[in-house]
């Protein structure tokens, strides 16, 4: 039986209002040792923000990450999926939208993320993939 995303998943995931500030986004990510944080505003879904947007949008253009919002500086065109999909389909929707991570998303609540390393511990854990993205923050 095909894996659900509901099963590989990372339930719970870091959210911040689109209001709040780049810095604090960044605190929330070295707090939980993760690289993205959801934007959401009433429990809508906004935008997620990574750890690369913080320093190649934000500060490598000289923006101030105590200023700035998480909001302005949020990818808001996001691919999602739903718990009960197959796992195979978030991959193939990472792989057509070139991206790392994608939120999951049941009853426009969002519920988890599910990421590159969260299937590559999941398909091969001996990866070197695997090895990475199961190992402790460095943070």
């Given amino acids: 039986m095909a894996q659900k995303v509901a099963e590989v998943m990372t339930p719970a995931p870091v959210a911040l209002r689109p209001d709040q500030k780049l810095a604090d986004a960044a605190i929330q990510m070295r707090k939980h040792g993760i690289g993205d944080v959801l934007v959401t505003d009433d429990g809508q879904l906004k935008g997620l923000i990574t750890d690369r947007d913080i320093v190649v949008r934000a ?19 996001l691919i999602t999926v739903t718990p009960k999909e197959d796992a195979a389909i978030a991959v193939r929707r990472m792989r057509e939208a070139e991206v790392r991570r994608i939120p999951v998303v049941d009853d426009g609540n969002v519920v988890g993320v599910i990421s590159l390393g969260d299937m590559a511990i999941e ?3 001996r990866s070197a993939l695997a090895d990475i993205s199961a190992g402790r923050p460095n943070a």
Wanted: include cysteine.
């Fill in 59 to 77: 500060i490598a253009d000289g923006k101030d990450p105590r200023s700035t919002s998480v909001g302005e500086l949020c990818s808001e065109d």
């Fill in 123 to 125: 398909r091969d854990e």
